[in-house]
Each structure stands twice: as C-alpha cells, then as structure tokens.
C-alpha cells in the first residue's frame, strides 16, 4: 500500500506535471527547430513569439467570454486559438518581409541574423508588455479538473490522491496531434518535401524549381502556429505573463540543442528530458520517501536538491555539459 502511495504521489507532483510541460517545451522546441534547419539561424525572439501569440489567444478569449460564447467544459481558448495563430503568422510573415529577408537577399552570416533576432526579440516584448501589461493575466475557464484528488482517493482507497488538471490533459493531447500532423506534412506533401529539400542542400533545391520564398513563408506559418500553441498550453496550465515566455527561451532552446539542433524528433525528445530534469531535481522528495523508507529512517528534511527558484539553472547546466561533450545532441540534427 505505502509504495502504491508512493507511486501515486511521484505521478502527481513529477510524471503529470513534466509530462505537460515537456509537451510545452517540445512545441516551442520544434519551432526554434524549423527556423534553424530551414532559414539557419538560431531565431532568440522566438519566446516572445510565443508572447505575442498567446496574448492574441488571450484576447480574443476575453472577447468570446465577454460575448458569452464558450465550449464548456473545454476552455474558450481553443475557439480562440485558430484567430491567435494567424494574428501570430501575420506579425512573423510581416518581420520576416521588413527585416530578415533582406538579410537573406545580402547572404548575412547567421550570427548577423541572430543578432537581428535579438532585436525582433527585444521589440516584441515591450510590445506585448505594452498591449496588455506586464502582470498574471488569468483566462483559462471550463472544467479545471478531469480528476480530482477526491475521486482518485474513493476509487482506489489510497491515502495519496492524483490530480490531473483539464489543461495538463489537452496539453499532452495537443502535442501528440501536432507532432504526428508536423510529421505526415513534412514527410508527405509537397510542402513538406521542399521545405526538407531547401534544408538539406538550398542549391539543389532552386536548381531543382522550388520557390524559396514559398518555403520561407509556409516555415513562418507553422512556426507562428506552434509558438502560438505552446505558449497557450502554457498559459492555460500555468497563467499568462510576458516575462515568462521570455525566461523560457532559455529551456526550449536547451531542449532543441540537446535532441539536436535541426531535427524535429530530437526538440521533442530534448523538451522531455529537460522538463523532467528540471521537476525531478527540484521536487521535495520527502513525502515518497516517507512511503519507501523503514519507519524510523524517514528524511525530517525536504530532501530537495534545487529550489524551484533554480529551475531554470538546471537547463542552463544540461545545456553546457551537451555542448561540452554531444555538441550535436542526441540525435546529431541539422535536417528537417
């Protein structure tokens, strides 16, 4: 009994709550992905990207509240979410025609374009600070529960419950539709098939009649739709703030290098590896402990190794050491 408690209270406070959030990190994680194997340059405003879109999602959710128009018990979001991506594609095909194209047109170094996303990157932040303010924006409604602590404990008897909250459950969900779409698109359409011929060799590709410029465009687009994606999951499970997306550039890019810069299977395995790095190393282990250990054993101490304070440092510190030692990733990328 005490180690099924166990096993129940690991699932609630690590598995659940990693599993969203690799699911989040994975999404953001294949768009930095794209832009790198397809336009080859590390794209640093793709966080606030994903700022800019939620808060698109977020605003038109309030209008649909406001309106009465709901999907109960789904959150309104997802009615919102179709309207978020394209505001999101408009703003991104609109940089890339003022500001990256002609970096393209020069044949700029990729450590010019990354600088310029830096640039992208600081404007859209004041933007969405600007638009909608810098604190907590709540919009997530609908049924917050698809199991409750109660329900689990009357089920089955233990002493721990389970929890797994409405936003968690359509996070993993989402994730797993836009993964295997992004696959059979890349794999195959036509589409997909010249963006992966532009990434493999871009001379060969013009030379063979694809149009760049329609590559570019329809990356943009996917890009825009999983920035947008991500960051509404990650709104929905947590809350909307435009500083946070911000510090999540630094997770999702660890994800994408540690799968493998370029390859879209290794930002979705990275994105996992991360959020569960980070949860595991800063959950208190002490209540699992309690149901394992011998009575007279039992940790009187959290038995924390990181405060959650420090969670973003253990991506920084999985980063380094992939850089260190697998400098390719896991799955050694730079192919879409």
Not at 153 to 171: A, F, H
Not at 248 to 269: D, E, N, R
């Amino acid at each position: 009994m005490d180690f099924l408690n166990a096993v129940v209270a690991l699932s609630n406070y690590v598995v659940v709550p990693a599993m969203a959030y690799g699911s989040q990190l994975a999404l953001g994680a294949l768009g930095v992905t794209l832009i790198y194997g397809i336009l080859r340059f590390s794209n640093f405003a793709h966080g606030d990207t994903m700022a800019f879109g939620t808060m698109a999602v977020v605003m038109v959710t309030w209008a649909f509240q406001a309106m009465g128009v709901s999907i109960a018990p789904l959150p309104t979001a997802l009615l919102a979410l179709p309207f978020g991506i394209a505001i999101c594609a408009a703003l991104v095909l609109g940089t890339d025609r003022l500001v990256y194209r002609f970096y393209r047109a020069q044949k700029a170094k990729p450590v010019i374009l990354v600088i310029v996303s830096m640039g992208v990157m600081f404007v859209l932040n004041g933007l969405v600070r600007f638009i909608i303010g810098v604190d907590d924006q709540r919009f997530g409604d609908g049924a917050r529960l698809i199991l409750s602590a109660r329900d689990f404990k009357k089920m089955t008897g233990l002493d721990e419950g389970l929890v797994i909250k409405t936003s968690q459950g359509l996070t993993v969900l989402t994730a797993v539709i836009v993964v295997a779409w992004l696959y059979w698109f890349l794999t195959h359409t036509r589409s997909g098939k010249s963006m992966r011929a532009y990434s493999d060799n871009e001379d060969l590709a013009l030379l063979s009649g694809i149009n760049p410029e329609r590559v570019v465009m329809i990356t943009w687009i996917i890009v825009a739709a999983l920035a947008t994606i991500a960051g509404t999951l990650y709104g929905l499970d947590k809350s909307f703030k435009p500083f946070t997306y911000f510090q999540l550039l630094l997770p999702i890019f660890a994800a994408a290098i540690v799968g493998g810069l370029g390859s879209p299977l290794g930002a979705i395995a990275g994105g996992f590896v991360i959020a569960f790095s980070e949860v595991t190393v800063t959950y208190a282990w002490k209540k699992v402990l309690v149901y394992l250990l011998p009575e007279g054993l039992e940790p009187t101490g959290l038995v924390q190794l990181l405060s959650t304070d420090y969670k973003f440092a253990v991506s920084f510190v999985i980063l380094l050491i992939v850089l260190l030692f697998r400098p390719t990733g896991l799955f050694a990328g730079k192919s879409v």
